[in-house]
Nanobody, 124 residues
Framework: QARLVESGGGLVQAGGSLRLSCAASGRTFSSYIMGWFRQAPGKEREFVTAISWSGGATYYADSVKGRFTISRDSAKNTVYLQMNSLKAEDTAVYYC?????????????????WGQGTQVTVSS
């Protein structure tokens, strides 16, 4: 009954910021890699960023590098995605996911748990 629940999405103007949260429950994710994916209408779900829960190492897609920051609060079992300098192309449903892989993985099939998603809409 592991669960991942995203929150924090909304409507923001281009250049603005949002912070998404992913609350994990039901199990310990200390040995997992936590990732954020996004999916725009008519497009495939794409990798955004990931973090090692235990060590804090991070990995970012080139499209968000320098603008987005992933972090985690182990005490609260929560992963965050700080999104700055948002662009219209960032508009998508954002999903939190967890993988048991021993190294960073960038494809959806490598993730074992998924949240319900939260909508982010960037307007100009």
């Amino acid at each position: 009954q592991a669960r991942l629940v995203e929150s924090g999405g909304g409507l923001v103007q281009a250049g603005g910021s949002l912070r998404l949260s992913c609350a994990a429950s039901g199990r310990t994710f200390s040995s997992y890699i936590m990732g954020w994916f996004r999916q725009a209408p008519g497009k495939e779900r794409e990798f955004v960023t990931a973090i090692s829960w235990s060590g804090g190492a991070t990995y970012y897609a080139d499209s968000v590098k320098g603008r987005f920051t992933i972090s985690r609060d182990s005490a609260k079992n929560t992963v965050y995605l700080q999104m700055n300098s948002l662009k219209a192309e960032d508009t998508a449903v954002y999903y939190c996911a967890a993988s048991r892989a021993v190294s960073f993985v960038l494809t959806t099939r490598d993730y074992d748990y998924w949240g319900q998603g939260t909508q982010v809409t960037v307007s100009s």
